[in-house]
């Protein structure tokens, strides 16, 4: 790779850049919109259809430039393993609302529960 990966510094990061694109090398990104906010992200070439894809890392703010450079090498590995970062994160993601979907309460759980609680008070004030 022309430039090699660890190509951004702590130093330059902070400074003001210009607007797009800032690589660090090996798909890793700092983006710089249009108002100067910064986010990093992952760049790719899809092994299916060979078109860019772009999966966002986080927030600047949030993500320092070590945990984004983890976070790359991950994404670079699981391409190695024939893995497409976005949908792997997109299964994680299904996989975490399906195990919260399936620990909450139905509309009917909570009625009956409500019920029960409430039904020994209006024996004992009736009887």
């Known amino acids: 790779m022309v430039g090699g990966i660890e190509r ?3 130093l330059i ?3 003001k850049l210009k607007r797009g694109y800032h690589a660090d090398g090996g798909g890793l ?3 710089v919109g249009s108002t100067g906010n910064k986010s990093w992200v992952f760049r790719f070439r899809s ?3 060979g078109r860019l894809r772009e999966m966002g890392l986080g927030s600047f703010q949030t993500i320092t430039l070590a945990e984004a450079r983890d976070a790359a090498r991950v994404c670079r590995k699981q391409i190695c393993d024939g893995v497409d970062p976005i ?3 997109k299964e ?3 996989a975490l609302a399906a195990q919260e979907a399936s620990l909450a309460m139905t509309f009917k759980d909570c009625s009956e529960g409500y019920i029960a609680a409430h039904s020994h008070r209006n024996q004992g004030e009736c009887g």
């Open 8 to 10: 951004l510094k702590p």
């Open 87 to 89: 949908e792997a994160r």
């Open 47 to 49: 092994r299916t259809d």
């Open 92 to 94: 994680v993601r299904m």
């Open 13 to 15: 990061i902070t400074r």
């Open 29 to 31: 990104y700092l983006q």
